[in-house]
């Protein structure tokens, strides 16, 4: 092998290790450090938001006869949430809902977010029996602080309007875009 192949192996070598400087994506690269920029930090916001309003609905609605709803409960992290609205199970197992939760610090967390959630957001639709999720959360002003647990951790801090929809179907052998919407006004897909 000569001097200038083994340059042009070198230098092939030293740019597959450095990646490129300008992929800053949710892949998290940029530069070689790995960062969760805003788009990342949103979907996984959007995300906590999903998966806390579950977890609340598990603790403190599941299993709750059908009608008028009235509940304060303390929340997974410190906080409350007041849950005002109404809720139906129909005979063949599906769950409809038409919530206002009054969150008050309401801190949650899991593996990708430690967050907590101060403002009104209502949630409507349906879930259950053997369809998919047809509900939305939506919040003209909904507060968001603390930590998505992504690469390089970044905070969140913000106060805006939310508007999800949550189409997960157990029983799809693909979950890609079950979770759609905006935050701040920026896109949110998972």
């Known amino acids: 092998m000569n001097r200038s192949s083994c340059s042009l192996i070198a230098l092939g070598l030293v740019l597959f290790a450095c990646g490129s400087s300008s992929d800053s994506s949710t892949t998290g690269h940029s530069g070689g450090a790995s960062r969760c920029d805003q788009s990342c930090r949103d979907n996984e916001v959007g995300y ?58 309401c801190g949650s967390s899991s593996t990708y977010f430690s967050l ?13 029996g053997t369809s998919g999720n047809a509900v939305t959360f939506q919040s003209s002003s909904l507060q968001v602080s603390g930590t998505v647990k992504r690469y390089d ?23 890609i875009d079950w979770l759609a919407g905006e935050i701040c006004g920026r896109p949110v897909l998972q």
Request: net charge negative; with cysteine; hydrophobic share 35%.
């Open 48 to 105: 906590a938001i999903d998966n806390t309003m579950w977890l609340l609905w598990n603790e403190n609605l599941a299993g709750v006869p059908s009608g008028s709803q009235d509940k304060t409960a303390a929340c997974p992290l410190g906080g409350t949430v007041h849950v005002t609205g109404t809720t139906c199970v129909a005979s063949n197992g599906i769950n409809t809902l038409h919530l206002v939760l009054d969150l008050q610090n």
């Open 116 to 128: 907590a959630f101060t403002g009104q957001l209502s949630w409507d639709g349906s879930f259950g």
């Open 153 to 175: 951790q970044p905070s969140v801090n913000e106060t805006c309007a939310v508007s999800l929809t949550d189409t997960y179907d157990k029983n799809s052998t693909s979950q």
